[in-house]
């Protein structure tokens, strides 16, 4: 009977080691998982003026996101995720990795119009590397919540000086070229001879070229369905005669706003 009683007194003992063993190596998978989460960091600048720091926007800014997603395991940048904004509106913003000033990081920017709601606007950045993920939420206190305020609130001291009247060019006499070069570099857009205007003919077709000389750049025709996110070119046809605002398209640094040129669309 003693004997009896020591044989399931040892089946115990190895059960509870077998089981506390299992439970440790359940932990040990659940705490690598744990520390193998990507890490987000970031903040918000507003377009105007440059980087500046900001969580209040009006119609006509941009909302800057910029993040860092470090590896959750080698604390390393890590490069090649997939990082986009979700934003409560419902809109999923798209993420891209490159240099701006002198740093690297992930960046998009949000127009604010008119016609976006005015109040608090929630975010949450998420990011995906191989079987890592992670997500970045800001603080939920007011300084750190993004906040769209109407023209009406906006508060200045300064006064706006009324821009230089624009000399007015004949049309009708310019000489238009189908094959637009644009050269980019920080923090400026222009042709092979420093010009910012180029005139191309309407319902004819046009080759647009960027080539990057400085930092990183990419190029939109507003009002056209013309993008460039690399160096290389795009062909279009512009229908209708008007002047179209020639933008970067990537956050580039403080003088991004400043990277602006001109397509005019002559009959």
């Given at each position: 009977?003693?004997?009896?009683?020591?044989?399931?007194?040892?089946?115990?003992?190895?059960?509870?080691?077998?089981?506390a063993?299992?439970?440790?190596?359940?932990?040990?998978?659940?705490?690598?998982?744990?520390?193998?989460?990507?890490?987000?960091?970031?903040?918000?600048?507003?377009?105007?003026?440059?980087?500046?720091?900001?969580?209040?926007?009006?119609?006509?800014?941009?909302?800057?996101?910029?993040?860092?997603?470090?590896d959750?395991?080698?604390?390393?940048?890590?490069?090649?995720?997939?990082?986009?904004?979700?934003?409560?509106?419902?809109?999923?913003?798209?993420?891209?990795?490159?240099?701006?000033?002198?740093?690297?990081?992930?960046?998009?920017?949000?127009?604010?119009?008119?016609?976006?709601?005015?109040?608090?606007?929630?975010?949450t950045?998420?990011?995906?590397?191989?079987?890592?993920?992670?997500?970045?939420?800001?603080?939920?206190?007011?300084p750190?919540?993004?906040?769209?305020v109407?023209?009406?609130?906006?508060?200045?001291?300064?006064?706006?000086?009324?821009?230089?009247e624009?000399?007015?060019?004949?049309?009708?006499?310019?000489?238009?070229?189908?094959?637009?070069e644009?050269?980019?570099?920080?923090?400026?857009?222009?042709?092979?001879?420093?010009?910012?205007?180029?005139?191309?003919k309407?319902?004819?077709?046009?080759?647009?070229?960027?080539?990057?000389?400085?930092?990183?750049?990419?190029?939109?025709?507003?009002?056209?369905?013309?993008?460039?996110?690399?160096?290389?070119?795009?062909?279009?046809?512009?229908?209708?005669?008007?002047?179209?605002?020639?933008v970067?398209?990537?956050?580039?640094?403080?003088?991004?706003?400043?990277?602006?040129?001109?397509?005019?669309?002559?009959?």
């Amino acid at each position: 009977m003693k004997k009896r009683k020591s044989i399931l007194a040892s089946l115990f003992a190895a059960t509870m080691i077998l089981t506390a063993c299992n439970n440790e190596a359940e932990n040990e998978k659940a705490a690598e998982k744990e520390v193998g989460a990507l890490v987000i960091t970031g903040d918000t600048v507003t377009e105007q003026g440059g980087c500046v720091l900001a969580s209040r926007f009006s119609p006509g800014d941009k909302i800057v996101f910029r993040n860092n997603v470090l590896d959750g395991i080698t604390n390393e940048q890590v490069k090649d995720a997939k990082v986009q904004v979700h934003l409560s509106t419902g809109e999923v913003l798209d993420m891209t990795y490159g240099k701006h000033g002198d740093d690297n990081f992930w960046v998009v920017a949000y127009p604010v119009t008119p016609e976006t709601p005015t109040g608090t606007l929630g975010y949450t950045v998420k990011a995906e590397y191989k079987d890592q993920k992670g997500e970045f939420k800001p603080f939920n206190v007011a300084p750190s919540l993004l906040t769209i305020v109407s023209d009406e609130v906006v508060e200045t001291s300064a006064e706006i000086a009324p821009e230089p009247e624009k000399e007015k060019v004949d049309l009708s006499k310019v000489e238009t070229k189908q094959k637009v070069e644009i050269i980019g570099k920080n923090f400026e857009f222009h042709g092979p001879g420093g010009e910012k205007e180029f005139y191309v003919k309407a319902g004819e077709e046009v080759t647009l070229s960027m080539k990057t000389e400085e930092g990183m750049h990419g190029l939109l025709v507003e009002g056209l369905d013309v993008k460039l996110d690399k160096d290389g070119y795009v062909k279009f046809t512009p229908e209708k005669a008007g002047e179209y605002k020639i933008v970067c398209s990537i956050f580039c640094g403080a003088g991004h706003g400043d990277m602006t040129a001109n397509l005019v669309v002559v009959e």
